[in-house]
C-alpha cells in the first residue's frame, strides 16, 4: 500500500512563499505521473500541476508562472514551490500519485493565504 505524507502547509500573507512536500512511501523512479491537486470546501478538486513520467509538466492557468513541480528520485519526494501567493490560492493541497492505472492520495495539507 502506497502512503503519501504531505508538509510544508500554513499561513502566509500574499506575495509570500510556501514549499509543499509529498513524501511517497515507495520509489517514484516508475511511476505514471505524481502531482497537486487543491479543493476549496464546498467546491470541486482543482488540479493545480503534474509532474509525469517523463518528466514533463503541466499546470492550471491559475498558477502558470508563480508555481513550480519538481521531483527528487532519490527522496522519493515530490515539491511544490509557490511563489507570490494570492488570497485565492487558499485551499487544503492534496497529493497524488498514479501508479500502474491506480491512484493514492495524501492527507491533504492546509494553505492559507491573508491578504
Known amino acids: 500500500q502506497v502512503q503519501l505524507v504531505e508538509s510544508g502547509g500554513g499561513l502566509v500573507q500574499a506575495g509570500e512563499s510556501l514549499r509543499l512536500s509529498c513524501a511517497a512511501s515507495g520509489s517514484i523512479s516508475s511511476i505514471d505521473s505524481m502531482g497537486w491537486y487543491r479543493q476549496v470546501s464546498g467546491k470541486q478538486r482543482e488540479l493545480v500541476a503534474v509532474i509525469r513520467s517523463g518528466g514533463s509538466r503541466s499546470y492550471a492557468d491559475s498558477v502558470k508562472g508563480r508555481f513550480t513541480i519538481s521531483r527528487d528520485n532519490a527522496k522519493n519526494t515530490v515539491y511544490l514551490q509557490m511563489n507570490s501567493l494570492k488570497p485565492e490560492d487558499t485551499a487544503v493541497y492534496y497529493c497524488?500519485?498514479?501508479?500502474?492505472?491506480?491512484?493514492?492520495w495524501g492527507q491533504g495539507t492546509q494553505v492559507t493565504v491573508s491578504s
Open positions: 497524488y500519485e498514479l501508479r500502474a492505472g491506480v491512484t493514492y
